[in-house]
C-alpha cells in the first residue's frame, strides 16, 4: 500500500482532540495528560526582576498554551541541561554570542537562539519518536538508535520500515517450498547447502567461509533442525545494535555499529520492494534527477526483477557506498529457491570496531569473483547520471556509479 503522510502537525491535532475531548496515544494525548500539565519541552529564557523564567512547551497541548514558569516551579533538569546545550550549540557556531540586555533590564534570548532551541527539541522528540517506531517493527533482538548532532535534519517522512521483502502485485516471493533437510545435526551429508550442489557456508563459529559470488543456501523453515541450527544466520537478523546517525560531511544518513564485528559476520539484510526490471528503469529515471538511488538488482541467474529500498526497507537503506567498504554482498536462498530471487545478506569483510560506519560498495567491484558467472548479479541498478562520491577512501573513484 502507498501511504500519505499527515499535513498537520502534532500540536493541531493536539488541540483537535482536546475541543473533542479525544484520546490518542501515538500524539501524547491520554486520560491523564487531557487534565495534567507536563513539560515537553523549553522554548525561551529571560530574567526579570532578577528571577529566572523558562517559556514553556506543556505535553499534549498546543504552542498556544505555552506559558512563562519561574525555575523554582520546573522539576525537568534534563530538558533545563537540553536547552542550555543547545543554546550554547548555537552560540559556539558563531550564529549568536550572547544574551541581549534591554533598557528595562530584563535579559532574553535572541529570537534566533530561541528559534534554534525550540526546532533542537522538537528534532529531539521526533528522533525519539522514531527510535521507538524502529524498534517496535524490528523483529530482531538488537536495538536501533537513532542520532543526529550535525544539523536540524529530522526522520525521514517518507520511509517505511520492514523486516522482509514487499512484492509487487503479481511477484511471488516465496515459491511455496514444503521440504526441508532430515538432519538431526546438520550438517550431514544430505543438508541443504549439498542439496542444492554447494557447501555449507558457515564455519563452526558461524562465520562465513565460502569465497564471495558463490550462494548462500540455508536451512529452511521444513528441515528437522531446530533454532540452534549452525546453518540458520541470515534468518534470524542482525545480532548487533546499530545506531542510523547523521553524517557530517553531506552524506545524509549513515549507520555505524554500537558492538565489535568479526570479519566474516553476517550483519543485515538489504530488503525493500520487489519490482519488475521495467519499473526499475522507469522509477530509476526519476531517482537519477534526485541524485540517489536505492535500486538493487536481482540478476543472480536473471535480470527480471529489482529491490527497490528507496521508500519500504530496512536499517540497510541507510548504509552509505564506500569505495573500500567493510561490508560485501551474498545471495541467500532460505524458503524461496527460486533463482531470480535471492535474499541480500551483508558480511564484514573485516573486524569492525564499535563506532565504525558501515558502508558497502555500490558497484560490488574488488569484492566479488569476477570470473564467476554469477558474480554480475551482484551489481545495483545503473544510473545513467553520474553522481560524485564522498566516501573519503583513499582509493577513492571518484565518483558513486
Known sequence: AWYVPCLASHETLQELCRKENLTCKSIGITNRSLKSYEVEYLCDYKVEEGKAYYLVKWKGWPES????????????PLLIQNFLKDKNEYLSRGRGRKAMKLRNHVKTLKPAIADYVVK????????QRWKEELNRKKNHKAMILVENTVDLEGPPLDFYYINEYKPAP?????????T??????CPAEKCCPKEAGFILAYNKRKKLKIQPGLPIYECNSYCRCGPDCPNRIVQKGTPYSLCIFRTNNGRGWGVKTLQKIKTNSF???????????EEAERRGQFYDNQGNTYLFDLDYDSDEFTVDAARYGNVSHFVNHSCDPNLQVFNVFIDNLDLRLPRIALFSTRTIKAGEELTFDYQMKGSIDLSSDSAEGL????????TVCKCGAMCCRGYLN
Open 180 to 185: 526441508g533437510c532430515e538432519c538431526a545435526d
Open 170 to 178: 503479481g511477484i511471488n516471493v516465496l515459491n511455496g517450498i514444503t
Open 65 to 76: 498554551s505555552n506559558t512563562w514558569e519561574p525555575r523554582k516551579h520546573l522539576n525537568c
Open 379 to 386: 551489481t545495483p541498478s545503473k544510473k545513467s547520471i553520474r
Open 267 to 277: 550483519v543485515m539484510e538489504y530488503v525493500g520492494e520487489v519490482i519488475t526490471s
Open 120 to 127: 533542537k527539541a522538537k528534532q529531539r522528540i521526533a528522533l
